[in-house]
């Protein structure tokens, strides 16, 4: 079974007020009748029965809250991993077994078999939808020419409405990727100084698409790929299976960011293989009470199969399988500068102009505050711009007391986001 350390819980909680909440409840004071076994963990805290199916792991309480897992379910496994002796092995009462023998119910029944595809009418509907998003392409390259004869100053006079207007547009033409790139460009306008420079890099990208897609028959079967990714065509688990050899190492789960939209949350789950030097990204769409997938907190490596999507420099992928469990990170696998790691990125541009945000780890960077902002510093003296909260600022400058710490991050728009700082042989997010 593996270790329950509170980094692991902490990143199960739904929002950061969660583990705000369940610390408040992770004491032995404000639990009875609490105990373990080999399967789950169980106790009572203030008249509320919590339990925790530990194989796969699943939550129960009769708390009303609709947060999965509630604040009581996370103190539970706070306090285990805390104070252990209050946590004791014993038989499981009653209302568990019930409980996961329900679950087990559940499991066992017989799976709904699915229809055969049809595969005349899958390339039907494939090319209708081709052709639909075709049309929208063509309206959104009229919409960005109208921009650049305005001129880019007349843009930040401009409402949201008219950002938004064109982006509904074009989810309507089922490219709903395409839908929120016009919306990033509102937010660039409102992004200060340069601006204008980063709004015509994303109208430029945006044109190339619709140039790309015109074309789109006459492509290698990679830029296909890209073209249908940025459009936000999905795939399927099968195809993206089936797409190649899956890659087998020593992932490190490095950084995570955390999106919350109004009617899900997106989780982008950073890797970085120990032999294969590759960065992996792990999308998770899921509702926002949901929470996040046990298996890859940051500050661990977990020995991995990984499927990655299609394209011209894969970078999203799915774990095909696992081997083992989970451990700590060992060794932090970071560029030695951000030269290195910039050059890593002109790469990936080169293969894929359509790729917005790239990830970034280096090591051995010092954080540092100017009158301009906070900044990161390599062991060679180069600086980026960090796009950081003030509380995260004060969280990484803690991490590092003023010296060397790795560093993992998104890279976007000229500027370096910090997720996780790696100070002491320990991952810490990063608010």
Known sequence: MPTWTAERVEALAPDASSVTAARSVASPRQWSAAGHDERAVWGQCRGYLAAVDLLDPAFSCS?????????????????????????????????????????????????????PVDPEARARRMAGRAARIGAGLEELDLWLRDLMRQGLASAQGRPF?????????????????VGSQVRRMAGIVRSGDGWPGRLLVQAGRLHLLTQAWSRFDDLPPKVQADLR??????????????????????????????????RFTIR??????????????????AAPSAPSPAGLVV????????????????????????HGEPESIGEWHGSATFDDALAAHATALAANPWVDRLPMVVSDVVPVERD????????????????????????????????????????????????????????????
């Open 229 to 262: 990714t940025v459009a936000g065509w999905s795939w399927t688990t099968e195809e993206v299976l089936a797409g190649g050899r899956p890659v087998r190492d020593q992932w490190s789960v490095v950084a995570k960011a955390v999106v919350e939209e109004e």
């Open 161 to 177: 409405s008219y950002w938004d207007d064109v982006a509904a547009r074009m989810v309507d033409a089922q490219a709903p990727g």
């Open 372 to 431: 301009d902002g906070w900044w990161a510093r390599d062991a060679s003296g180069s600086t980026v711009h960090l796009q950081l909260e003030e509380d995260g600022w004060w969280t990484l400058a803690a991490v590092s007391g003023g010296h060397p710490v790795g560093l993992a991050g998104e890279w976007q728009d000229g500027a370096l986001r910090p997720l996780s700082a790696w100070s002491g042989r320990r991952a810490v997010m990063l608010p």
């Open 63 to 115: 708390c009303p809250s609709r947060k999965i897992p509630c604040k009581h379910t996370l103190g539970l496994l706070l306090l285990w991993s805390s104070w252990p002796e209050a946590v004791p092995p014993t038989p499981a009462p009653p209302w568990v077994d019930e409980w996961l023998a329900a679950r087990a119910m559940r499991a066992a029944r017989a799976p709904v078999e699915k229809k």
């Open 268 to 285: 982008r789950t950073w890797l970085v293989g120990a032999t294969s030097a590759r960065t992996a990204l792990i999308l998770d769409f």
């Open 299 to 322: 500050g661990t490596e977990i020995d991995a199969d990984l499927a990655f999507f299609p394209g011209s420099w894969p970078q999203r992928a799915l774990v095909a399988s696992t």
